[in-house]
């Protein structure tokens, strides 16, 4: 298999991520769910249930006090102890496939999503990865949540080449999800939003109400933020054939009184949930994404103690 | 309303441009995909009613500019009432009348008006078509005419020929007025075929201009023609400060005899005027602070006048002439009327010799006591005249030729080769004059020297008891006499006779009586003898018979005879005289060229009238300032030296009319009424319009295409402000 190419990769920023590792969040978290250790292999485990031996299992794992007391082979299965479950939440809508400088929302997003795989899988913390959008094929869109440091190669490998295409359906996916794994999670949606705000909220509740942690990264161009355009333009939908011919100049008050209602209603949503909400300009550096991230987490685990 | 480029209406259509821009806007505006396209639905929709009515806004300030700019280009004109223009492509007559006269040379900036009207009435000129006729004519021409140089005998289309006229319009020194101009004028446009006959009048619109008001309103009409009144003073009040009047004479009821000058200035303005330096310049220098020399200062408040006076002894020169002056600060105006000249008589330097024919141990006694005095009175007043006096038995040591002119004062006789002396003096070009009394002899002075005197008659008295005579009404147009004209001829009849000798009635020809006695006796007669001339007075110049002596006529009297006689009293004219008027003085002497120069430079012969009596009469007063007047031909032919001296044989001033100061301005309204309204035309200069050709300023009118200018402009002006403006 082709190794993924990493696109972008801070190992500086890196260095310091793991200073503020997101282990600290999750202490507490672990102190309410168990012990958290920060082991980098081997690892506790906790028993689950039994299950009845079958040819090809793991015999280490056979329950030899069930089979003194009962004279039958049963297995025992055990929940690992991780860090972490994550889930990354990747919009590949058209839409994303926008950008004016030097990486489309995509493109940023993705090298985001890289990042955060390897930090987690580093803390050994499972990542699993689920990538949304009509462009994106059924069998290939979703990567179950696995510590194993293997697992970043098959990470990278469904992040590597991705293409913007379509309607996100992000409601949708974030309604499926919600049923694909009842266990409590870090959820982090990687998109731009563009979708009915208020489908969004509320998908984003229930999945709060399940108890996951879910973190926001809305990302957005610095030109979808500022609209610095001038002359009359023929605007062209990315996601599909929908045009409008507009005097940017004109309109510019108003499509930024909009944009800031559309985004105060995400961020309200967000704090009414305790959703970590974080608006990313695209142009912004992604090592300082992350840190402030990680900095806000840090202080919010600080006041938890 | 009037169109004057009409064509320019097709830029009406441009008012399609903005729609049509608009459009093609539309599709060439790039295609550019965006993510966040509903964020623009929304916001369209947000502002829809907004910026529709901004874009419908822009589309009427911007048609509506592009309407305003294509109507402003065709030039409408808002035609005054009655005037009627050709159409275009119609020829026309025109006649262009430049007033130049006297005020026109008023200063305003960096040019006169007259220099204004002409350029303004080039561009007129140049802008007519090759159909078009013209005639150029100013109120006043050197030659007295309405016509100009080069003289055109009618109407023309010769455009260069009238541009050539109109370069001959000259300044003049004349207050014309101006209705002459506009018969003239009519009476040209009278004989023309053309569809529109038009007479243009550049003016200042003076009163004075228009002092004789005539009524041509039914001749305008009777022409069909359309007067169109250009005023280049441009509506504005033409301020001027001058002097109006100005009164020279020696005073002779002071001891001094100096020189009295009265000038008027007045004030043409609603300014008031401080300090106005006010200076007496003396013949062509400038003023010093020297002998002879004064100013003063005067406050004029607006619409005023003052008066200035001044004593001035006399420079010392031969020839008496000067001018008094203001001097404006300010810049520009009318300052050909700043000045007033005069003229005075003076003398000269002359050697007399008195025969006393009475002396007396007592000096008062003398017969010359009086006539000495009066001949130099030192240091009571200024006199060149030099006089010896002798008693008769001194007759035989001097010689007559000696002299300028010789005296005998009551002499009884003379020895008789001194009488033929004084003959041959007097035939060769000599002066002498008699004085009689107790010693004079009818019989000796008749027969020995009858070539010299008018012959006497005998001697009577009028006794003192009833008052005795008195010398009779002056003709002071005799040189002798001139100065005494005015107040001083009142003093002339205060002097009495008592006894006087009569002499015999003379035949017409060689004598002539200057002064009379309240009786009509002649009491100073002249007579010419070869080259030179006698006089006699029948009386004494001591107080034996009369008491002029003591009077002070007397002085004056006896100095104006002697420098008369002796050829050196600088003859002065009749006063002053108006610029344009003719100057006249009676002639006395034998027959002479003269020569006339007068301060344009210009040199030319004065004619000779015969009746009512001879004299010397001068037309060709052009010019305000001194005319200097010369001998140049004697009665033989030969030439007259003089001609070769500075010193003219006489002088006369000539100023402007002081009427021409006032530049007060007629009334339009009460103008067009005389003029006929429905046919004149009145704005300020370079008024609007435009007619054959399209050239502007020719009829008056309200030119609207400013107003439609800066409407655009305004127009455009919101448009940027409405694009600038954000609808959100």
Redo the contacts between chains.
Sequence with gaps: MKKPEVKTFDPAALSKISDLSLRARYVVEGTLAGIHKSPHKGSSIEFLEHKEYSPGDEIKHIDWKVLGRSDKYYLKQFEDETNLRAYLLLDTS?????GSGAMT?LEYATTLAACLCYLLLTQSDAVGLLLFGEGVPASGGYIPPRAKSNHLQVLLGALHGLKAQGKSRLTHVLGDFAERDPRRSLIVLLS?L?DDVREVSSRLKQLRQRNNEVVLFQI??S??LEFP?G?????????DT?Q????P???????Q???AR?LEEIRQGCLENQIDYWLVNTSTPIDRALLGYLATRERFHQRSK | MHLLNPLFLLGILGVALPVLIHLMGRRRAPLYHFAAIDFILRSQKRIEARLKLQHLLLLLLRAGAILLIALALAKPLLQERGLALAPIGASSSNVFIIDNSFSMNYQTGESTLLAQAKARAREIIASLSPSDEGYVLATHSASGGLSVRPRRSGLTSDRAGLLESLDGIVPSFYSTPINPSLEKALSLLNGSKKELKRVFLFTDLTQNSWREPQDLADSFKEAAAFLHIIDTAQGQPLSNLAITALESSYDWTRKDGKVHLKATVQNFSDAHVRDLLVRVRWGDRPTTNGKGTAQGFLDLPPRSQAVKEFFLDTPGEAVLWGCVEIVESADGGLVADNQRYFTLPSVKDMSVLVIDGAPSIYLYQCESFYLERALNPARLHHSYIKPTVIIPKEIPSVRFKDFDLVILANVEELPSQKVAELTSYVKEGGRVLFSLGNNVRTEYYNTSLGELVPKLRMAVESPKESGGLSLGPLDTSHPVLRVFAGESSALMGASNFYKVFLVEPQATGSVSTVLSYSNGAPALLEMSCGKGRSMLFTSTFDRDWTDLPVKPIFLPLIQQICLYLAGNLIEVGPGEVIVGQEWEMPLFQEDASMEVLDPGGNLFSPSIKSHPSRAMVVSQTDYPGIYRIKRVVSASGGPVAERQSPVPWTVFAVNVDPRESDLSRIDPAQLRSSLGEERVGLGPFGVAGGTVGGHEGLVAGLRLWPILLVTALGLLTMESFVVGRKPS
């Design positions: 058209g839409s994303m496939g926008y929302k731009d563009f957005l161009d030109y979808e355009f002359e009359l333009t023929l605007f062209q939908s990315m996601e929908t409008v011919l507009a005097e100049r004109a309109i510019r008050g108003a499509y009184a909009e944009l559309f």
